[in-house]
């Protein structure tokens, strides 16, 4: 028997590997964008293409503050996702009455703290198969 061994942790972000690219691509120009339900109005985290209340497929995409404040946090130091370098902090960012779970970068991870402002920073990772950029949403200090 022989396994799948994913070597490309990242996800496809093109319009052809996902019908939310448009989160990808508004990720690209340094903006945080999630879908509101064009049924009920309900704002989902992460984007979703149907709603998770009202299961209306018809949504808008609607561009968030990029600015938050750290809800919790953790500091991980071995066993990191392919790719990322220690220590890394995680942190569950409170951001338009949402919750997002992201990586925080440029900090030290002893100075971070629970109610710290922090503001968008889209973190590049490593090119899809095709050589296109990819991102991912990541928060600095503010």
Same mark, same amino acid.
């Given at each position: 028997?022989?396994?799948?061994?994913?070597?490309?942790?990242?996800?496809?972000?093109?319009?052809?590997?996902?019908?939310?690219?448009?989160?990808?691509?508004?990720?690209?120009?340094?903006?945080?964008?999630?879908?509101?339900?064009?049924?009920?109005?309900?704002?989902?985290?992460?984007?979703?293409?149907?709603?998770?209340?009202?299961?209306?497929?018809?949504?808008?995409?609607?561009?968030?503050?990029?600015?938050?404040?750290?809800?919790?946090?953790?500091?991980?130091? *071995?066993?990191?996702?392919?790719?990322? %370098?220690? &220590?890394?902090?995680? @942190? =569950?960012?409170?951001?338009?009455? !949402?919750? *997002?779970?992201?990586?925080?970068?440029? %900090?030290? &991870?002893?100075?971070? @703290? =629970?109610?710290?402002?922090?503001? !968008?920073?889209?973190?590049?990772?490593?090119?899809?198969?095709?050589?296109?950029?990819?991102?991912?949403?990541?928060?600095?200090?503010?």
């Amino acid at each position: 028997m022989s396994y799948f061994r994913a070597t490309d942790p990242f996800p496809l972000e093109s319009a052809e590997h996902t019908k939310l690219h448009e989160f990808y691509a508004r990720l690209a120009t340094g903006r945080l964008a999630t879908t509101r339900c064009a049924s009920c109005q309900r704002l989902a985290w992460p984007p979703r293409a149907f709603c998770g209340e009202c299961g209306s497929d018809r949504y808008d995409w609607v561009d968030l503050s990029g600015e938050g404040t750290i809800h919790a946090f953790t500091i991980q130091e *071995v066993g990191l996702p392919t790719g990322f %370098t220690g &220590p890394r902090v995680f @942190a =569950i960012v409170k951001l338009d009455g !949402l919750r *997002v779970f992201s990586i925080l970068v440029d %900090t030290e &991870p002893a100075k971070v @703290a =629970i109610g710290q402002q922090v503001r !968008l920073s889209p973190l590049r990772v490593a090119d899809d198969p095709s050589g296109a950029a990819r991102w991912l949403p990541a928060f600095r200090p503010a």
